[in-house]
Structure formats: structure tokens, C-alpha cells
């Protein structure tokens, strides 16, 4: 047993935050631990958009996929979550980025030495004092608790027994699972060992968690135990910082703060004197900036999906905190700088990255607060002293509009007391999600300016396409931030022009080429390539080495993407032709998007097309791909093109020589994109919707090619889960969902009608305590568990109740489980109100109170609130102001 004696303990040294990690890294590898870097935030894992725990990446060896090269492992994982965002910065240890530090055992050793090691981690390389720490422990593991008492010496006391919700881990509902036991540090231990409540966050903090991973759960919720049983610790770097450096919360460590103080300097305000709410946003901007710079570090792009929409969600958190705060100029690389200057030690990458973290931070800053002060300025305009929701078509307006995140609208609006209609802005979103997405594609309005000035110093770029996905070229230009430079490096994005190119360059509603442009000395990955005056602007990112000008290289397009690419196109001439042939023959193209995974087609109709309509173009456009059409190409003049009975694009301006892409038979157009030579290497075409954008305008889109694959895959996996789910066959979903919703309907109609019985009966139940106020009756009430509907019943059965002259008010929480919003509703009679009170206006002023607001007609009227501590206090105020009208 180890001597435990606290006189014996050395106060813990303050160590850095670099220093702990070198020393938990080297104490495990001094135990025969490999040292292992941490792994990207762009998991493997398919299951998890980022890297989310510090055993993510040996996932598949603890479930049995994967072999591990080495049993024992010790590494320090950075992480992001961000799935309780809204208290970073408003609790002591909440974050999205943070690190995990761990030691790992895969079939070797088990719990005794985990916990023996963790012990001798705590207190001899950390120098805790025991009597600062308490062990908690599976409920059922007595094997644990054992080594902990008698092995270890840890007080009886200070050990806790905590249920499997705490104290269990788990990787899902069936495979590897088993208990835990956690270290948590007693920042009071001279309250003493009688009832200890781990919960109590003022109290203890955990900062070390052992997970034995001992047995296999079956289908049916069986244990069994494990051949070869595994090791999966974690210890919050930011928390043992915290602990050591003897801090109030993780913020005040130096891992974080000399983000906020940087942060302090540029609004000009001092961490120490400012007020909470100050605090607060220079937390959220010391969390958020180590989150995106690693974010972008490891290859994370802005964008509205997935990750990218992640990354720039934190973004633009940061940005509109800094404005809080008042920052009122960009300084997101500022702070990106200290962030990496913290970090690069522990991680060199980001010195390597430098200036492409800086640089996407500058655009993207950049991108954001263009459209921040118009969208805060209409935010303005709709918070008003009558507003208590923010429609969803008025969210949805600033986020499709404005570039305003749902999130910010509802961090905003929350703050004033309002709510937000998120069920309306979801079905704006469904009605407009591709126009959206269409939207929100700004131009860059410097670039154009720019290189349109630039752009008459090139000779026009000799495309050579059409024959070729492989050619030799020259680099005559380079622009960088949409300057003409002489050279680029690594990480940069660029704009390229060459003499020739292979590359498509988006025009006709295609988009343009994706690939490689490689030599001896550069790569370069081109996303995409478009054409100003006949030039073709090559737009792309270094992956590797310099790229000069007269330099000379080898392109390359992707095959894969233009065979998609042109499926689409053919597919495209084919619909069109459809669309005539079934529609109407003077249908004709108002539009079109032609990309690698789908089409769009606009055309003028007066009218929805029918389902048995787009079948039927369906089946045919499938016929004319299995005769196996040949696809022929020439130019021509465009006089003999159109007597020859091409079909032009609407709108579109033509020179007097013209490219004909014909399909004999079946469909000739003036067409300067990429198409397959022959119908039959489309393999399939489908119709995935029809909708309406314009008065007399419709949009189809569609798939062919390999994406119609991907499509069905897709949709085939959505049936097999929906039938696993209902447990019916493919066949009967639709009933079976039909006859859900009936349910649900009936269940909600039944609700409905219960809760405004018990509103009604309570309501019943008060109105004896209804006192006379000269010739009036008063009743001010609380009545919690009650929604809007139901109270603005029950006041309106009380007005009955009590006659002429009669005025109510009721307050409550609808739920205390799901938040503390709060309902104000005030009925007046009808004598009271020709009298001259009016139930809006007064309620509206009650409810400002507790943070809200509201209104309605003058004899019944409803309010909401979101400081439920002042509900009482609102009510007693409301019970005064009346006493005093009707006196």
C-alpha cells in the first residue's frame, strides 16, 4: 500500500501547458508507450464529421477491425466539439477545441496498472495532493474499487460508486464496452467526505478518466467478456492546466489566454475590470480561434455543408463577438498569428501553414463582413418593441440574403427575449434549398475589376480540350489576391493563365474542369477554370512547390469528372428535346447548370408537368440512350446552323462561326461543351424534381451517367432503414407512414383537448381567489405547466366566471424540461376595455420585465419572456399597475 500522507505532499508545481503535455507523453513512454502524433480533425471515421474524443483514431482496433502495430500507445488528440456550443465562454470549462491527453493498452495490460500509473502520474509528476483527489468508480466494479483501496491506498471516503449512466462506456448499443472509473480534483476538501457530490462543478472537476473495455454486449444487452481486454484513458489537458496553474477556469490558462488578452488589446477594454458579458465574448473568441485555426490547418474549407459550414459557423461567431466587444476592423489573422505562435510547438504544421491559415481567415473575414452590417441592420429593423418572433421567412431571408446563420439570428434574438420560427425557416429552406446555394455564391467583385484590367495583356488561350485531356503548356500568368505576381508557393490560391489548356473553362451553363497541373518543381490542384475575353483563368491552390511564370507544365484533367461532366451535357440535349416532344414544341431553355454529379434544366411552361408527363420523358430519353446515337460535332456558320434547325439558348449571344452538336435524329443544338460519342455511354437517366422558379418558368433536374448509381444507392439504403425501422416490406411505407401521421394527428388532437381541460379546471379552481377592487374583480396568478393556447382559455373562462368589470392575468413556464421561456396572457371584460385598458398594450409592458415582449387586441392578449427568476416579481407589478387602474 502507498503512503498517502498528505503532510508528505509537495504543493503541486505550476507547470505550462506544454510542460504537462511533455509530461504525461514522456512518464507513459518511459513505460514502454509508443509516442504518437495526433491525428488529423478530418477523421477516417465516416461516422463523425471531425475528430470528436482522443480515441477516435484506434477506434478500429478496440472494435476488433484492426490490428494494432504497436500494444501499448500514448499520444496527445486534439479535438473539436461543438455540440454544446452555447456555453463556451458562459461555464468554466466548456470548449470546441481541446486536447485529449491519453495512454492506451491494446490486449497488454489492464486496470491495475492503468490505475496504478495514474496514481503515480497524479501525485509523483504532478504532485497532487491526495487529499485533493476523489475516485469514482462502476457501481459493480468491485475489482476497481479494490485496487484503488488496497492497492493504491486511496481513502475509502473518497471513493464513489456511480451508476452505468456515469460510469460505463460503451461504443453503441452492441460491441466493445466496460467500466470507468475518473480522478477528480476537490478544490474544497475542508468540507469534508460526507455525501460527496461529484456533480457539484463549483466543487470537484474531473480530469482523468480510465476506461476498462472488458466485454462485448450482444444483440440482446449480454456481457460477455473479452478475449483480449483494452485500455482507453483520457485526461483534459486544459483542465489539469487549470488545476496546476491554479486558475478559476480553463480560460485563465496559458493554453487560452494570451488569445484573450490579444483579443482585450485590439477592442482596447482589460480582461480583469470588464464587464461579465465582455468576459464572455472574449472567451468565445480565445476558444473559437484555437478551433479555427487547427480546423484550417488540417485542410478544412469554409463552406455551407458539413465541416466546412463548422469552420465558418466558429468564424463568424468570432467575428460578431469581436464587434460586440468593439472591434470594428478585421483581425482574425492577428489573432490566428499568437494562436500558432502558442501552439506550434506541440504542433510544427502550423508554422508550416502559416500563411494559408492566414490567408483563409482574411478572405473568409473578409467575405463575412460585407454582408454582417447589412444583415445586423435589418435584424434591427425586425426587433422591435411589437416583435416577441422572428418569422422563419425573416430568418430565412438572412441567412439566404444576408449570410446570417440560423445560429446567429437565434443568439441574437435570444438575447433580446425573442423567439425564432425555426420550423418555418427548415420549410424555406426545403422550397429553396438549390436556389439558396445558388445564391450564395458571391463574386468577387476586386477580382473582377482586377483581372479584367490585366486581362487585354493575354494573347487568347489555345484550347485544345475537345481532344485531348492531357497537354504540355506555358505559364504566361499568375495572379495571387487578384495582383499579377511573378511567382506563387505552397498553400497559396492562385489564378493561372497558359498559353493552352486542356481544362474547360465554365461557360453555356457547364462547369468548368477539375485536375492536376504538375512539373519538376510545382503541383498544383485546379478546382476550377473560367474565360474572360477568350483567356482562361485557371483557378486552384499549390499543394506543392513554386510555380513561376514561362515556367512549363504538364495538365492534366480529371477523366473522371469530365466523363460525369459530359454525361450530364448529352443528357442535358436530350431532355430538352424530350421536353418538346411530350410538352409543348415551343419549349425552350431559359437556363441550365451542367455540373459532375447532376443537371438543371429551365424552360418556359405555363404548368406544373404532370407525374405520368416526366415518366413518359423519362422512358423515352432512357430509349434514346440504349439505341446507342452517335454524337456528332462541327462547326459551321451560324446562318446554315440555324437553317439547318439548331436549336439556341435564349438570351445567348452567338458568333458568326458555331459549334453543332448533333444527335441524328434526335436533337441538334449550337453547344460549345463537352459531350460522349455515343448515347449508350449515358448507361441511365432520371428525373430527380420539377419545380417551379418564375411565373412560367419550371426547372427539372436530373442525373445520368454514374450519378444515377449513386442516386439509387442512396435512396435504396433510405427504403431498407425506413422498412427496418416500420417493420414493413418496401411496399407498404407509404400506408404504413400514412397511417403514423393519422395516429400522431389523433394523439395530438386528444392532447390539445386534455390540456385545455386541466387549464380550464385549474382555471376553475382560482377564481375564488379573485379579489374586489372598487368595483371590479382582479386575478393575477402563476400557472405553470400550462402553454399559450391553454392559458388564454383559461383566462377567457375566468372573465366568464367572474362577470362585468372583471380583468386577469396569468403567468407561467409551459415546460420546465425542455426550457424556462415563460407565457404571459391578459383578459379584460368588455367594460374595462371601454373603460380604456387595452390587454396588448399591457401585457407588452409586464412582459419586458422578464426580457420579452408580446401584444394582441385590447381584451385578450399574449406575451412571452425568457427570465423566468423575475416571473413573480412581474406578476406582483401586473397585480399593482391594475389595482391602481381600476381604483
Known sequence: ???????????????????????????????????????????????????????????????????????????????????????????????????????????????????????????????????????????????????????????????????????????????????????????????????????????????????????????????????????????????????????????????????????????????????????????????????????????????????????????????????????????????????????????????????????????????????????????????????????????????????????????????????????????????????????????????????EREISLFDETIFDGYETLESTAKVIGIFKKNELVNEAVEGELVKIIFNRTPFYAESGGQIGDEGLVTSNDVEVFIKNVRKKKSVFIHSGRIQSGILKVNSSVLMNVNPSFRQRTKSNHTA?????????????????????????????????????????????????????????????????????????????MFGEKYGDVVRVVDVPGVSMELCGGTHVSRTSQLGTFKIINEIGIASGVRRIEAIAGPSVLDYLNERDLVVKELSKSFKVQSHEIVERVSSIQLELKDKIRELSKVKNELALAKAIGLASQAKSVSNSQLLVRRLDGIDGSGLQSAASCLIDHLGKNSAVVLGGIPNHEIDNKLIFVAAFSSELVSDGLHAGKFINGIAKLCGGGGGGRPNLAQAGGSESKSLDLALEKANEQLIEQLS
Open 1 to 451: 500500500m502507498q503512503n498517502n500522507d498528505s503532510s508528505s505532499v509537495i504543493n503541486p508545481p505550476s507547470l505550462s501547458g506544454d510542460e504537462i503535455r511533455d509530461a504525461f507523453i514522456n512518464f507513459f513512454a518511459k513505460h514502454n508507450h509508443k509516442k504518437l502524433e495526433s491525428a488529423s480533425l478530418i477523421p477516417d471515421d465516416p461516422t463523425v464529421l471531425l475528430t470528436i474524443a482522443g480515441m477516435l483514431p484506434f477506434k478500429p482496433i478496440f472494435l476488433g477491425l484492426k490490428e494494432s502495430a504497436t500494444p501499448r500507445a500514448t499520444s496527445s488528440q486534439k479535438c473539436i466539439r461543438t455540440n454544446d456550443i452555447e456555453n463556451v465562454g458562459r461555464t468554466a470549462r466548456h470548449h470546441t477545441f481541446f486536447e485529449m491527453l491519453g495512454n492506451f493498452s491494446f490486449g497488454d495490460y489492464f486496470k491495475q496498472e492503468a490505475i496504478q500509473w495514474a496514481w503515480e502520474l497524479t501525485t509523483d509528476i504532478f504532485r497532487l495532493n491526495p487529499q485533493n483527489i476523489v475516485i469514482s468508480v462502476f457501481e459493480e466494479d468491485l475489482e476497481a474499487e479494490e485496487i484503488w483501496r488496497n492497492v493504491v491506498g486511496v481513502d475509502a471516503k473518497r471513493i464513489v460508486r456511480m451508476g452505468a449512466s456515469d460510469n460505463f462506456w460503451s461504443s453503441g448499443l452492441t460491441g466493445p464496452c466496460g467500466p470507468c472509473s475518473e480522478l477528480y480534483f476537490d478544490f474544497k476538501p475542508e468540507l469534508g467526505t460526507d455525501l460527496l457530490d461529484l456533480e457539484d462543478d463549483n466543487r470537484f472537476i474531473e480530469f482523468y478518466n480510465l476506461v476498462f473495455m472488458q466485454y462485448n454486449r450482444d444483440l440482446k444487452g449480454n456481457l460477455h467478456p473479452l478475449a483480449n481486454c483494452h485500455i482507453d484513458t483520457g485526461m483534459g489537458l486544459e483542465r489539469m492546466a487549470q488545476i496546476l496553474q491554479r486558475k478559476s477556469n480553463n480560460y485563465e490558462t496559458d493554453l487560452i489566454f494570451p488569445l484573450i488578452e490579444a483579443a482585450a488589446l485590439l477592442a482596447q477594454i482589460n480582461y480583469e475590470t470588464t464587464n461579465k458579458k465582455n468576459k464572455t465574448s472574449l472567451k468565445i473568441i480565445g476558444d473559437h480561434c484555437r478551433a479555427v485555426t487547427h480546423l484550417i490547418c488540417d485542410g478544412v474549407s469554409a463552406s455551407n455543408l458539413g465541416r466546412g459550414y463548422i469552420l465558418r459557423r466558429l468564424i463568424r461567431r468570432m467575428i460578431r463577438h469581436g464587434r460586440l466587444i468593439g472591434i470594428d476592423k478585421p483581425f482574425l489573422p492577428n489573432l490566428a498569428r499568437v494562436a500558432i505562435e502558442l501552439m506550434n510547438t506541440a504542433y510544427p504544421q502550423l508554422l508550416e501553414k502559416k500563411n494559408f491559415i492566414l490567408n483563409e481567415l482574411k478572405i473568409e473575414e473578409s467575405r463575412f463582413l460585407e454582408t454582417l452590417e447589412r444583415g445586423e441592420k435589418l435584424l434591427s429593423e425586425i426587433i422591435t418593441d411589437e416583435c416577441n418572433v422572428i418569422s422563419g421567412t425573416q430568418a430565412f431571408e438572412l441567412y439566404d440574403t444576408y449570410g446570417f446563420p440560423l445560429e446567429l439570428t437565434e443568439e441574437i434574438a435570444n438575447e433580446q427575449g425573442i423567439s425564432v420560427d425555426v420550423i418555418g425557416f427548415d420549410n424555406e429552406m426545403v422550397k429553396q434549398r438549390q436556389r439558396a446555394k445558388e445564391a450564395s455564391v458571391s463574386i468577387d467583385l476586386t477580382e473582377e475589376g482586377s483581372i
Open 572 to 648: 442535358t440535349h436530350l431532355l430538352q428535346s424530350a421536353l418538346k416532344l411530350f410538352i409543348d414544341v415551343g419549349v425552350s431553355q431559359r437556363g441550365s447548370l451542367v455540373s459532375n454529379d447532376r443537371l438543371r434544366f429551365d424552360f418556359n411552361a405555363p404548368k406544373p408537368i404532370t407525374t405520368k408527363e416526366l415518366q413518359e420523358m423519362e422512358v423515352q430519353i432512357n430509349q434514346w440512350i440504349s439505341e446507342d446515337h452517335p454524337i456528332q460535332t462541327k462547326t459551321m456558320p451560324v446562318k446554315e446552323a440555324m437553317a439547318a434547325g439548331a436549336l439556341a
